[in-house]
């Protein structure tokens, strides 16, 4: 029940920061922004007033607590300055909303419902969780129950302790939130993947209405975002002998549609759904982004038609002939018929508000918010912001918004990139994946990629409005960044930046598909086969993810759960094989060393942690190990099958622990791969242990 009232304080919080600093187009534009203001402002108000309590033995009680009694204040300090506007700015205030908004919203939300909970559950203490999202769920989890049963104040990388975290987990640090404030965490997670996905998609309809002058336009690239566009659905059509077969294939389909490359990433279902699917932080940043680009673009057009206008009174007081309107005589497309499922709508006429100045301040501060939510989103969208200060015209306040985001997240950069920092020229790097880098392949391997996504963007960007183009342009810049840079250790997680400027992008496409829809017969059949071949790939991996298998993962009972409560602390430190996940991790503990990838894409030092896991397993001096264990602040060590079977065969010192060391558990259930858990002894302790 907690867990349900802090959703609906969250949204509440969200409702009167919004009210202040942004006009709203339509109810699920409103709803949308206020949630995912909210959610943000919410879990860092709450993560921090936790991290002043790092000290005390429930600091996120205490961060709570925090929460909703500063909280009470604000909303009662709020009612009395404002307590005769309230009624007349009602959440529920009349809007610019339609039937077909609410259909496709809906349709949003069912499908994200499907998505979500049908990849993770929890059923009798089991976690239910789809192969895909399996792996990148390993540590995502383990940092969510890590504040959900665990104490993890100030915050490290459950996968690699001793260093202050360098992912971004604000996510994630909510998802365990609301779990330990009483939602089982199937129901956090997913709850909060449905709505930030559904209010991400909410808003690129609220883009497309507010850069295109159309909802049919936003509509139709919200409906695409599930449809990323590559060419790989044509060598598996290809493979099959015959109809028949084909369709057998694709009904049958358990793995991602292969490309034609051999590149790194290529058969991760990188440039499919499944990214968003794993990595559940995604929409929620890129919404925050779209709220904030969406004020923007409002602003810019409305600069921009305040200076033509003046422009034409200058030109009749001269007794010119009147200029004419570029811009509407370039938009006159987007006031298109209504049609049966798509209706559009013009930009509502609304006043600058007095306060536009204060909203970029805050927008920057929103946008300054992110890198600890998710970094790649922030730079994305700092860059696509820089990007439209250099081709648009209000420039001076679109530098302070980019400034004031400036100053709240370098902090949490250097947080993130503390101990990891990388010489400048290791920064840049070309060409992404493709190997070798070389112009001819880049655009091949682009191509493919992007399908009929790439040609129609282009032809939209050519026959629209110069606005359009300048919009395009800025977008672009994620290209530079995802083809010239390298800013993480893995390179592949540049396919961030590209899937930022796919959801961008769509908006193009859709206008081109929305054009040729409103000509004669043969151009509604041009958009109907460009929309079917943009389409076909991501509608045949749905049946990928329908038929993807389910791994079940223990979340409490047995007696490693039970022992792991009731003799052990957040705090202790485990020496254990790699997991990805395991109960250890997943009761909110943690270990000195996971799957080797997790600390190795983040910059850890993995090399030289590496070199001392070695050490700790197969060093067999009694007295040098005991030393080298506690030197790592390691309390207990678990020794199972694969340590023995596999990973250290020949090499595992597994007789020294039998011998010196106390041990505390024995996995006689079988459960986890006979496992045996040795407590490791003070240092000072050591000379008489080994009398």
């Not at 929305?514 to 929309?531: C, P, T, Y």
């Not at 202790?572 to 395991?582: E, P, Q, R, S």
Request: charged share 15%; hydrophobic share 50%; proline share 4%.
């Amino acid at each position: 029940m907690l867990g349900i009232i802090y959703l609906f304080i969250m949204f509440l919080v969200g409702n009167l920061i919004c009210r202040r600093f942004y006009d709203f187009m339509s109810l699920p534009h409103r709803l949308a922004g206020t949630f995912l203001v909210g959610f943000l402002v919410s879990t860092w108000a709450t993560y921090l007033f936790a991290l002043i309590f790092f000290w005390t033995q429930n600091p996120l009680l205490w961060g709570n607590l925090l929460f909703f009694v500063s909280t009470i204040i604000f909303f009662f300090l709020f009612y009395r300055r404002n307590q005769f506007e309230f009624s007349k700015k009602s959440l529920f205030q009349k809007h610019n909303t339609d039937k077909w908004d609410w259909f496709f919203i809906s349709l949003f939300f069912a499908f994200s419902c499907w998505l979500m909970f049908g990849m993770f559950g929890l059923s009798e203490g089991v976690l239910k969780i789809d192969s895909i999202i399996w792996n990148d769920f390993g540590p995502n989890l383990s940092i969510a129950q890590s504040f959900a049963v665990g104490r993890n104040f100030p915050t490290e990388y459950p996968h690699f302790i001793g260093e202050p975290i360098r992912y971004h987990f604000m996510f994630w640090f909510q998802t365990g939130n609301l779990a330990f404030l009483g939602l089982d965490i199937d129901w956090s997670l997913n709850i909060l993947s449905v709505l930030t996905m559904t209010a991400m998609l909410a808003l690129l309809v609220v883009l497309g209405q507010t850069a295109f002058d159309s909802k049919a336009v936003g509509r139709i690239a919200a409906t695409l975002f599930f449809f990323h566009g590559t060419l790989s659905y044509i060598p598996f059509l290809l493979k099959s002998d015959s109809p028949a077969e084909g369709f057998s294939n694709v009904l049958n389909l358990n793995e991602w549609l292969k490309s034609i490359y051999l590149y790194v990433g290529e058969q991760w279902g990188i440039w499919s759904l499944g990214t968003f699917l794993a990595q559940r932080h995604l929409p929620s940043s890129i919404g925050i982004f779209l709220v904030i680009l969406i004020f923007l673009i409002k602003h810019i057009r409305e600069k921009i038609s305040v200076t033509e206008n003046q422009q034409d009174a200058t030109a009749q007081n001269q007794n010119e002939e009147p200029r004419e309107i570029v811009e509407a005589e370039n938009n006159r497309h987007f006031t298109p018929r209504t049609s049966f499922l798509f209706e559009s709508s013009p930009i509502p006429n609304l006043k600058l508000s007095d306060r536009v100045f204060e909203t970029f301040i805050f927008s920057g501060i929103l946008l300054g918010l992110l890198p600890l939510w998710n970094s790649a989103v922030y730079v994305s969208a700092f860059a696509v912001i820089g990007g439209l200060l250099l081709v648009f015209p209000v420039r001076v306040y679109t530098f302070f918004l980019l400034a004031v985001s400036a100053l709240v997240a370098v902090p949490q950069i250097l947080f993130l990139r503390a101990g990891g920092s990388r010489n400048i020229s290791e920064l840049f790097q070309w060409g992404y994946v493709v190997d070798p880098p070389n112009l001819g392949n880049v655009l091949q391997y682009f191509s493919f990629t992007f399908g009929m996504k790439t040609l129609l963007a282009l032809v939209a960007a050519a026959v629209l409005s110069a606005f359009h183009r300048r919009l395009f342009a800025a977008s672009c810049v994620l290209l530079i960044l995802a083809f010239g840079t390298k800013l993480s250790t893995d390179i592949m997680n540049n396919h961030k930046f590209l899937h930022i400027w796919v959801i961008l992008i769509n908006l193009f496409v859709a206008s081109a598909l929305w054009r040729l829809s409103q000509r004669a017969v043969a151009g509604k059949v041009v958009a109907v086969l460009l929309f079917v071949a943009i389409t076909l790939g991501g509608l045949i991996e749905l049946f990928r993810i329908n038929n993807d298998t389910v791994v079940d993962v223990p979340l409490s009972g047995g007696a490693f759960y039970e022992w792991l409560y009731a003799e052990t602390t957040p705090e202790d430190v485990f020496l254990t094989d790699k997991y990805i996940h395991h109960p250890i991790l997943l009761s909110g503990r943690r270990i000195f060393y996971g799957w080797h990838y997790f600390g190795w894409s983040m910059n850890y030092p993995t090399k030289e942690r590496d070199i001392v896991y070695k050490k700790l397993f197969e060093e067999r001096n009694p007295a040098k190990l005991i030393w080298l264990l506690n030197r790592n602040n390691i309390k207990y060590v678990a020794i199972d099958d694969n340590l023995r079977q596999i990973t250290f065969k020949d090499t595992l010192n597994e007789a020294v622990f039998e011998k010196y060391f106390q041990k505390v558990f024995t996995d006689s259930e079988k459960k986890n791969g006979s496992l045996i858990v040795y407590k490791v002894p003070p240092e000072d302790q050591a000379n008489q242990i080994l009398k």
